[in-house]
């Protein structure tokens, strides 16, 4: 069964860096998603793409952030300068439509 | 804004049926998915309601009615496995096609 792939599975890195999180989506999806969720708290919205361009973004996604999908397969999110308060798992999502939406494993970022 | 509201911590029997309550505000409802999560994992889909009515899938079961802004998820025959948290999550068109999830719902089911 075809599923969402992230890379990496966990990412380490120095406040102030930049990091560029990795997501395949399912290969006939038209619709991609970023999430986070901080640990222990809910799934929160980052941004959504069709189209490719972004379709929706909020309040989380600010100048910091970036998604591109630079070839027919990858999708991905940029944090330009990351903070302390980054730290997160990031989910990638996909979907054929607007209404299921199929998860990635996700990669969890710690910021130092 | 939205909001959603659902119960912080469920617990029942295994075998047992539960019912797990989903309220929302949004300025422009499209829709109310569920979505399971076991403990490190990733979100799941289990369910969709974009009109009112019950949707059946298996075990798993979901209500919606826009006239009340209200939903809930219904699992059957409860195994162990499902011991989880769940999650409702409201598309949301006023702006463009958002998703917001619940701050999700921890089950937990007991021998």
């Known amino acids: 069964e075809p599923e969402v792939t992230q890379t990496p599975s966990h990412q380490v890195t120095q406040m102030g860096q930049e990091v560029i999180l990795r997501c395949v989506p399912i290969?006939?999806?038209?619709?991609f998603y970023w999430y986070r969720q901080i640990l222990g708290q809910k799934v929160e919205f980052l941004v959504s793409f069709y189209n490719n361009e972004i379709s929706e973004k909020s309040e989380i996604f600010d100048d910091q952030f970036s998604v591109e999908r630079p070839d027919g397969s990858n999708f991905t999110l940029k944090i330009r300068s990351t903070k302390l308060e980054d730290s997160a798992m990031y989910f990638c999502?996909?979907?054929?439509?607007?209404?299921?939406?199929?998860f990635g494993p996700g990669t969890r970022l710690t910021v130092l | 804004g939205q909001s959603l509201e659902q119960p912080s911590e469920v617990t029942a029997v295994e075998g047992a049926i539960v019912q797990i309550n989903c309220t929302y505000q949004?300025?422009?409802?499209?829709?109310l998915s569920w979505y399971q999560q076991h403990d490190g994992g990733a979100p799941t889909f289990l369910s969709y309601?974009?009109?009112?009515g019950l949707e059946e899938t298996g075990r798993f079961s979901s209500f919606l009615s826009r006239s009340d802004s209200y939903g809930y998820l219904l699992l059957q025959e409860l195994q162990m496995k499902d011991s989880a948290s769940y999650f409702c999550a409201v598309r949301d068109r006023a702006g463009g096609f958002k998703t917001i999830f619940g701050a999700g719902t921890r089950l937990f089911v007991k021998a």
């Open positions: 999502a996909s979907g054929t439509g607007i209404n299921e939406q199929f």
């Open positions: 290969s006939n999806h038209l619709y």
């Open positions: 949004t300025s422009g409802f499209y829709g």
């Open positions: 309601n974009g009109l009112d």
